[in-house]
């Protein structure tokens, strides 16, 4: 069974950079598409970015596109999301996501209910 474990979260100051992995375990990532979601404080969780399974297709959300980047590892088994320019409304828990069942398209509509497996979370705080 795939495991998730997100890490890499901290305080950045506003216009900088971060780096998140979400490791996997028990499985590798071969035939998953793997997303990152984030949710803000009150506010409904949001898919940000999603990779395909064979690492071709890339997905992002209007709020992060040009900003951010999502990768991925196979032999680290780690998926990976650079972030860049950071601003106080990326300011959220972020959390990945894994499901076999997912087809991405780079416009596709993200949604939560479509992942069966979920990591923790890791917290990304951009403040001065």
């Known amino acids: 069974q795939l495991r998730l474990s997100e890490s890499g979260g901290s305080l950045v100051q506003p216009g900088g950079s971060l780096r998140l992995s979400c490791a996997a375990s028990g499985a590798t990532f071969n035939l998953y598409a793997v997303a990152w979601f984030r949710q803000a404080p009150g506010k409904e969780r949001e898919g940000v970015a999603c990779?395909?399974?064979?690492?071709?297709?890339?997905y992002y959300s209007d709020s992060v596109k040009g900003r951010f980047s999502i990768s991925i590892d196979n032999a680290k088994k780690t998926v990976y999301l650079q972030m860049n320019s950071l601003n106080e409304d990326d300011t959220a828990v972020y959390y990945c996501?894994?499901?076999?069942?997912?087809?991405?398209?780079?416009?596709?509509?993200?949604?939560?209910?479509?992942?069966?497996?979920w990591g923790q979370g890791t917290r990304v705080t951009v403040s001065s």
């Open positions: 990779i395909s399974e064979d690492d071709r297709i890339t």
């Open positions: 996501a894994a499901d076999k069942w997912v087809f991405v398209t780079p416009w596709m509509n993200l949604k939560s209910q479509s992942f069966n497996s």
